[in-house]
């Protein structure tokens, strides 16, 4: 059995609700909604919800290889002991990683966490193709987590959220009792070397504080800072630029012109909070 198929234990159809169950080579609720399973690997729960508009299409595959090879160059592993440091060896059931991308976060978990099984969801069609393959014990879906996760109430041990966007309240509601969030938030100053060099669309700064009170009736088990200078040579810099909002409006050859004005190495500021909340 692959890990999408273990994962029917926790899926639930993003347009009603119901629990899901494999179908035809893909997945259907009680209520006959039907999902496709990719070739690749990966199960698609995407789905229009009335009123909020076409489901959300997250990073592009540009945008993908930027950031992986920022993560593969080492610049993110600082945040990433600060997420594993957060899960208890202890953990077991399932991690689910909210906006996962490429599942480069929860890959890393698993190694480390044998006893947990893992599930990314993520918007982007391109990125859940590459988690499909992350892990042996990971599975990927696609979903807009923004207007509702597809995973049932009380179904997770760990959720991550890694610079990406998920309303709270859907986030308390999978996790199980004991169940731990861990909720990565950039700060003001995050790559500011970047941002007013380069005049970038201000990529708004979450508020860590704000975010640790984000689920009422959870312990805020701890916010810890994780703080670099990061020495980028020019096209690394243009991967920190790239991997994030801002190519959607950017050409890389524009920004990439006005970088070669610098003298590198570009020391830009990694600054964020890695945020843990348990429920009772
Ligand atoms: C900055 S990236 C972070 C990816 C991953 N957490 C990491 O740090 O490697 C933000 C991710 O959120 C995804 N995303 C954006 N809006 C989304 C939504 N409404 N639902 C699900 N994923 C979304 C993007 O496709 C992208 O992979
Ligand atoms: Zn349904």
Redesign the pocket.
């Known amino acids: 059995m692959t890990t999408l198929d273990a994962a029917f234990d926790l899926l639930q159809c993003p347009s009603c609700g119901e629990p899901l169950a494999p179908a035809d080579g893909g997945a259907e609720c009680g209520n006959r909604h039907r999902f496709d399973r990719a070739r690749q690997g990966y199960l698609s729960l995407r789905a229009a919800h009335k009123g909020k508009g076409a489901p ?1 299409t ?2 592009t595959p540009d945008m993908l290889e930027a ?1 992986e090879r920022f ?1 593969a160059d080492g610049f993110h592993d600082t945040v990433a002991a600060a997420v594993l440091d957060a899960v208890p060896e202890s953990a077991s059931g399932w991690l689910a ?1 909210l ?4 599942g ?2 929860a890959a890393r978990v698993l190694d480390a966490r044998p006893t947990l099984r893992g599930i990314v ?4 069609a391109a ?1 859940v193709r590459i988690a499909a393959r992350a892990h042996a014990r990971l599975a990927a879906v696609s ?4 207007t509702g996760i597809p995973l049932r109430d009380a179904s997770v041990a760990v959720a991550l959220r ?4 998920g309303a709270a309240a859907e986030v308390r509601r999978i996790l199980a009792p004991g169940g731990r969030a861990v909720l990565v938030v950039p700060h003001g100053d995050h790559q500011r070397e970047l941002q007013h060099g380069l005049k970038l669309m201000r990529v708004p700064a979450g508020k860590a504080e704000e975010v640790a009170a984000s689920i009422p009736d959870a312990r805020l088990v701890s916010a810890r800072e994780v703080r670099a200078r990061l020495p980028l040579s020019i096209e690394q810099a243009l991967d920190a630029v790239f991997m ?1 909002p801002n190519a959607f409006h950017q050409e890389r050859s524009t920004v990439r012109a006005a970088l070669e004005e610098w003298v590198a190495p570009i020391n830009v500021t990694l600054a964020v909070t890695v945020v843990t909340l348990e429920l009772p």
């Open positions: 959300a997250g990073d950031r993560q990683d906006g996962g991308g490429t480069w976060y969801l993520d918007a982007s990125a979903a807009d987590v923004w890694i610079f990406s966007p994030g």
